[in-house]
């Protein structure tokens, strides 16, 4: 069982940055790949950025690409997300989850565990 929870979000104008954490509970994080989704409303839930088990490898969605690190501290069970250069079109609820694949995963059908989501509001 992994719990998570997320912080960070907030109001920012465009071209801000906002640092997204999200620490899990258990002794098995080093165990999951770790993502970052959002949502805004009126849409489905997107991947924006998924680290492996060590933090080496990492994947991002082409919006976010450049602009946005996904980064992990096994040491402390937490996964981050720095978003900087941000864009009105950056407005979500962003989640984190954990999936068991080795190099995480943009799939959100293989995240076993989800936080409660943090928002998002990016002003232009």
């Known amino acids: 069982q992994v719990q998570l929870v997320e912080s960070g979000g907030g109001l920012v104008q465009a071209g801000g940055s906002l640092r997204l954490s999200c620490p899990a509970s258990?002794?098995?994080?080093?165990?999951?790949?770790m993502g970052w989704f959002r949502q805004a409303p009126g849409t489905e839930r997107e991947f924006v950025a998924t680290?492996?088990?060590?933090?080496?490898?990492?994947a991002y969605a082409d919006s976010v690409k450049g602009r946005f690190t996904i980064s992990r501290d096994n040491a402390n069970n937490t996964v981050y997300l720095q978003m900087n250069s941000l864009k009105p079109e950056d407005t979500a609820v962003y989640y984190c989850?954990?999936?068991?694949?080795?190099?995480?995963?943009?799939?959100?059908?293989?995240?076993?565990?989800w936080g409660q989501g943090t928002q998002v509001t990016v002003s232009s």
């Open positions: 989850a954990a999936t068991p694949r080795q190099y995480g995963s943009s799939y959100r059908l293989q995240y076993d565990y």
């Open positions: 258990g002794r098995t994080f080093s165990r999951y790949g």
């Open positions: 680290i492996s088990w060590s933090g080496g490898n990492t």
